[in-house]
């Protein structure tokens, strides 16, 4: 496998924590976990590879740095909806002739592969639809077989979305998908991206964990349907403050207005104590910020303190979430009786 050395430092993917907002009109990010010796494949001798892909789809290509230890890059792809999809089979493909061994190809027929996409959490009601209906209408489209993962992955709002099929039914699935990410892109601002191998980096800064708690897709914004249960908090554009020394950002989550009172808890005693731990000033809007009836969080504080606020809210979200569905499970029963 070729080394870092043989491809150019462009290739690696964006080093910033924070998704980019992309033109809305034609241009897609879209990412993939793959292994090192399929990162290998994809870049190839000299970089050649990966240099003809971008010349025979024109999208900007690149894989994420070796991290010693770490046994997953990213593979992060940039174009045109068509050209991103064309790019992706081409790659499947090349997986496909040159390692049939590899996981990404692990089905025992040839022509059956899959690939691990990183969405945003706060996109996957888009991916999935009213009722599972959009993801049922990809699948039956492609020919592919769509797997999203329940929970997020560690230290970010990203979760992977396993496309299963043949490499032209992946393409064509990709395609689908990248439609509806460019349909409602406003949502994925904001999204912690995923870095393999963070926890590792970080253990001495922050608690390691396995993973982030995973929530129904959040509402999207003038529509009022609802998921069936507790909404997540959708994550806004996060914005640097004038403070650079002390490298606080500035981070708003909307959080529905009927879950705010279990982050607060009695007296403000969770709301106190997820300050404490986190490091982050947080402040409360007293009232809804829009028509939704959703209330605005406003976090400060360095990106690990803040990414460890989000955690504890998320957690007690999650914690909450749980309750209210044992609860309304436990009503079922004691009807049905």
């Known amino acids: ?12 993917s964006p080093p910033q924590s924070r998704s980019p907002s992309p033109n809305p009109q034609d241009t897609l990010t879209l990412r993939a976990l793959v292994s090192t010796k399929d990162a290998g494949v994809i870049i190839g001798k000299a970089g050649r590879n990966v240099a003809d892909l971008r010349e025979q789809t024109g999208v900007k290509a690149g ?16 174009g045109s909806v068509e050209n991103v999809a064309k790019a ?62 329940k929970e997020m992955l560690s230290q970010s709002t990203e979760r992977i979305v396993e496309v299963q099929g043949s490499p032209e039914s992946i393409g064509h ?21 995923y870095h393999p191998g963070s926890d590792d980096r970080t253990a001495g ?43 606080l950002r500035t981070q708003n989550i909307s959080i529905p207005s009927d879950m705010v009172g279990c982050i607060i808890g009695r007296g403000g005693s969770k709301i106190t104590e997820i300050r404490r731990l986190s490091g982050s000033k947080i402040s409360i809007a007293k009232a809804p910020h829009d028509e939704t009836g959703e209330r605005m969080f406003t976090i400060v504080g360095t990106p690990e303190a803040n990414e460890k606020a989000l955690f504890l809210l998320y957690n007690q979200l999650e914690n909450e979430k749980e309750r209210r569905v044992g609860r309304e499970s436990q009503q079922q029963q004691e009807l049905q009786d």
């Open 1 to 12: 496998m070729p080394s870092d050395s043989d491809h150019k430092p462009d290739d690696a």
């Open 63 to 78: 894989v994420s740095k070796v991290i010693q230890g770490v046994h997953e890059r990213v593979l992060t792809i940039t």
């Open 88 to 149: 992706y089979t081409h790659i499947i493909n090349q997986l496909v002739t040159s390692n049939p061994t590899s996981p990404i190809t692990s089905s025992p027929s040839p022509s059956h592969t899959s690939i691990r996409l990183l969405i945003s959490h706060n996109l996957m009601g888009t991916i999935i639809g009213r009722n599972g209906l959009k993801i049922k209408n990809i699948q039956d489209g492609s020919g592919a077989r769509m797997i999203a993962s």
């Open 173 to 193: 699935a990709i395609e689908e998908i990248g439609k509806c990410l460019l349909e409602d892109w406003e949502r994925g601002t904001g999204t912690v991206l």
């Open 205 to 247: 800064n922050r608690r390691s964990t396995n993973s982030l708690p995973s929530y129904n897709s959040p509402r999207r914004n003038g529509d009022n349907r609802r998921a069936p249960s507790p909404t997540s908090p959708s994550l806004q554009q996060a914005s640097i403050t004038s403070q650079p020394v002390a490298n």
